[in-house]
């Protein structure tokens, strides 16, 4: 790095030690001398300092980043140029990047052991890193070297990603994998385009992103090979593995989202950042997603073997993270080309002849073959062959088994997986496990033969029927014979007969599939008259006697204790069986006796 004579840049940024070092740059810990916080300042290395392409490629960082402001990237605050003096002394205009400077550890870090994350930790990492990319492709620019020692975790488990080293305008013609931009991180997480040099876009995050994903579930890249040339003619035109073949507790709602992204096409991926973050969380919540089709994971093109074995030069060495406090990461790009995996038009066309050559070739033999054959059998139709012992095999019965255990069943067999699109209803078969195979079971086939599994989306669900006023009997065994769970409740009902249904719980008509409970409520044939009434008015407990469904009596006492028409007791008490006789005593006032005449009176004379 430059040995500066100057500890400020711009008069502002004091510089102290070295965090990070990378092919391209190098970053250092800064003191923002004027707003008094910590920094990161990223600063283009001295000897690419007066490379013309180089210093647009880092400027073309600062502008990309610069541009960004959200709480999953790491912001950047200040750009600039500063001349400085190189070790041979000569004065050179050095760019920089003022950063924002986060502790913490890059998930690159995360995966040394080799060993996966829990899947929460997983999918809460990509949901942050999906949150970034939806935003930054909301602004146009599509990151194209998302890899583990891009994506910081902070201290406080927050997400962020970084180094837009490489970013591109969606809308620009010229966004491909470029011979300078070649070296992008490392192979295992190029999309199919990237490593072909075709135009690159969002949906080229979103694959980087789920081979991120993949590791993170599985502790290894979706592909591995000697070289990166290897590596990217697997991400061309091998399918990838489902997670759940490597770590078996992966859901299949998690496999499908991995697969999904991992598409060849990018018309079969997802078509944004939101939509891949909403099946994940979806995936990882226990919902549904959509399957991906095997057709996803076609070869978008088939690389010329004399492409596959191309040299090339080592890629850049690890590094440490430009922000996270002296710790390892990968940090900017080597100037080494990658290889692309196309050649040129000419050596792709004259390839492309050679292959028509032979296929026209091998038509011919083969025709004057089945000529041969024809003539010598007197030119009737071939009988169909049947594949003898030797050369065939039987299809494993693998109904009610998962599609884990169904693959690993199957390809002992030496047969091929393939599952089909549409899953099927069945109360018989759980959900996610294999309900029929094409060909059947049994069935003799040829090795490496490909065997279609249909899954089972367990037992269709369907309205439950209205029961209310059912005799208990009959509605058990109509619930029992739906497949249903049946509970009981006895509760107490003054409008329905004893042991006759009162309400199911679900209600009528919600959807349930078979296996399901149904709590029945029955009618105990009782009511309870509360202890609470006396003292009330006459009329109040007649009407809450009547509600219960009770005949009511009632008794007039005369009293002077109680106001008239105050209940004075009600009889019995307690439950009682419905339509029971209670009696209600009230209280009246006593008939008023005639006041007798006074002592010493007399009658008025006439």
Not at 44 to 69: G, I, K, M, W, Y
Not at 435 to 458: H, I, Q, R, W
Not at 561 to 588: C, F, M, Q, R
Request: aromatic share 4%.
């Amino acid at each position: 790095m430059v040995e500066s004579r100057a500890q400020r840049l711009a008069g502002r940024y004091e510089l102290r030690g070295l965090i990070g070092r990378g092919g391209m740059a190098e970053v250092r810990l800064g003191y923002d001398t004027r707003l008094s916080r910590i920094v990161a300042v990223k600063m283009l290395r001295t000897d690419l300092a007066r490379d013309s392409v180089f210093q647009e490629r880092f400027r073309r960082e600062a502008h990309a980043a610069a541009s960004l402001n959200h709480p999953a990237i790491v912001a950047v605050y200040d750009t600039g140029e500063e001349l400085l003096v190189a070790p041979d002394g000569s004065k050179v205009n050095v760019p920089y990047i003022v950063m924002e400077y986060v502790e913490g550890h890059t998930v690159r870090d995360l995966l040394q052991e080799g060993t996966p994350l829990p899947i929460d930790e997983a999918v809460e990492i990509v949901a942050g890193v999906l949150s970034a990319l939806e935003y930054s492709h909301h602004e146009g620019l599509v990151h194209r070297d998302i890899k583990p020692g891009n994506i910081m975790v902070t201290k406080t488990n927050k997400i962020k990603v970084m180094d837009f080293g490489i970013a591109r305008v969606l809308e620009d013609s010229q966004a491909t994998m470029t011979q300078t931009d070649a070296v992008v991180g490392t192979a295992q997480y190029l999309s199919p385009e990237q490593a072909q040099g075709e135009l690159v876009d969002a949906r080229s995050d979103l694959y980087s992103t789920g081979c991120v994903l993949f590791e993170l579930l599985t502790g290894q890249p979706p592909f591995k090979g000697d070289s990166a040339v290897a590596v990217a003619y697997q991400h061309v035109s091998e399918p990838p593995r489902r997670p759940s073949a490597v770590t078996p507790d992966v859901p299949y709602a998690l496999d499908q989202v991995v697969l999904r992204a991992l598409a060849k096409r990018k018309e079969d991926r997802y078509a944004s950042a939101s939509d891949m973050r909403a099946d994940l969380m979806r995936a990882a919540a226990g919902g549904e997603v959509a399957t991906v089709p095997d057709s996803a994971f076609l070869s978008t093109r088939r690389i010329d073997p004399i492409q596959q074995t191309t040299s090339m030069p080592p890629l850049p060495p690890q590094a440490t993270s430009p922000i996270t406090g002296g710790v390892p990461a990968q940090l900017g790009h080597s100037t080494g080309a990658l290889p692309m995996v196309n050649e040129s038009e000419k050596q792709k066309s004259g390839n492309r002849w050679a292959w028509i050559i032979a296929i026209i070739v091998a038509v011919i033999v083969l025709g004057s073959a089945a000529l041969l054959w024809w003539s010598q059998s007197g030119g009737s139709a071939p009988a169909t062959v049947e594949p003898t012992a030797e050369q065939s095999t039987t299809v494993p019965d693998v109904t009610n088994m998962t599609q884990n255990q169904a693959r690993e069943a199957l390809e002992k067999a030496g047969l091929v997986m393939r599952l089909q699109d549409e899953r099927v209803f069945s109360d018989d078969v759980p959900a996610d496990s294999v309900v029929s195979t094409d060909p059947a079971a049994g069935t003799p086939v040829s090795p490496d033969a490909t065997v279609y599994v249909t899954l089972s989306k367990g037992p269709e669900a369907k309205p439950l029927p209205e029961l209310a006023g059912q005799n208990l009997d009959q509605a058990q065994q109509q619930l029992k014979d739906a497949g249903y769970i049946v509970t009981l409740e006895t509760m107490d009902d003054p409008n329905m007969e004893k042991g006759h249904v009162i309400s199911t719980e679900p209600a009528a008509g919600s959807e349930l599939a078979a296996g399901g409970t149904v709590k029945l409520k029955v009618a105990s044939g009782y009511v309870k008259i509360p202890s609470n009434l006396a003292g009330k008015s006459v009329t109040e407990v007649t009407q809450v006697l009547e509600g219960l469904g009770l005949s009511v009596s009632t008794t007039a006492m005369e009293t002077n204790s109680k106001a008239p028409d105050t209940v004075l007791t009600v009889s019995p008490i307690g439950s009682v069986e419905i339509h029971s006789a209670v009696n209600v005593k009230y209280a009246v006032a006593p008939p008023v006796a005639p006041k007798p005449p006074s002592e010493g009176s007399s009658s008025p004379e006439n």
